[in-house]
Each structure stands twice: as structure tokens, then as C-alpha cells.
Nanobody, 128 residues
Framework: VQLQASGGGLVQAGGSLRLSCAAS????????MGWFRQAPGMEREFVAA??????????YYADSVKGRFTISRDIAKSTVYLQMNSLKPEDTAVYYC????????????????????WGQGTQVTVSS
């Protein structure tokens, strides 16, 4: 599956952005999609994930973004969104979306090795 991330940009601290990740080539009736980010000189880290099967879904967040970021999925558009509110300078990073057709267990959603497909990344810069 091909993933196309978009929506990054420059925003002042306290502002908001919404990232989108559109999937094409193959869609999953069940699976997991996640957002990761990498700041300059840092390791890539987990941000949020959503997993779904049947009619239900679960969401997961890194502690650093919990309460500020919301991940959601539009099934009809095969798109996952990351709504980012109350942005902080430390949120500055390249954000990557990732996907797998597997419904990852809770302990695995935060590990990038379990994701099979990755988008190209979109830059988010938060000024103070």
C-alpha cells in the first residue's frame, strides 16, 4: 500500500495542525495505522496509532501528546488524520505515517518494526 502524508507546516506555539495520511493501492478491512515523528538528531518515536477490526477501533497515544492530539480514520477515504492542538516547540519534527494489515496487539503499536508500509514524512515546525 502507498501512503501519502500531508498537512505539515509552520505554526506558532499553541496553534493547531491536522495531518492526513491517504492510503492507496490496497485497503484493509482490519489493520493498524500509526504516526511517528523524528526531530533533528533524535530517534524516531511513536506518536499515535489506531487499530480496527470489524466495527470497532482503539486508539493509542504517547504520553507527550495525550490530551492534545487525536487520531481518527475515515474509512470511505482510506485516510487517517492526526489533529494536533496546543502545539509546543518540542513537537517540531518530521511526521511519518505507517500502516500494516495486522491488528497489532497493544504492546506492539508503539514499535515501528511492526509496520509494513511508510509514508514520506511531512515537516511540522512549531515556533515559540
Amino acid at each position: 500500500v502507498q501512503l501519502q502524508a500531508s498537512g505539515g507546516g509552520l505554526v506558532q506555539a499553541g496553534g493547531s495542525l491536522r495531518l492526513s495520511c491517504a492510503a492507496s493501492g490496497r485497503t484493509f478491512s482490519s489493520g493498524t495505522m500509526g504516526w511517528f515523528r523524528q526531530a533533528p538528531g533524535m530517534e524516531r518515536e511513536f506518536v499515535a496509532a489506531i487499530r480496527w477490526s470489524g466495527g470497532g477501533y482503539q486508539t493509542y497515544y504517547a504520553d507527550s501528546v495525550k490530551g492534545r492530539f487525536t487520531i481518527s480514520r475515515d474509512i470511505a477515504k482510506s485516510t487517517v488524520y492526526l489533529q494536533m492542538n496546543s502545539l509546543k516547540p518540542e513537537d517540531t519534527a518530521v511526521y511519518y505515517c505507517a500502516a500494516t494489515s495486522r491488528v497489532l496487539i497493544m504492546s506492539s503499536v508503539r514499535t515501528e518494526a511492526f509496520y509494513d508500509d511508510w509514508g514520506q514524512g511531512t515537516q511540522v515546525t512549531v515556533s515559540s
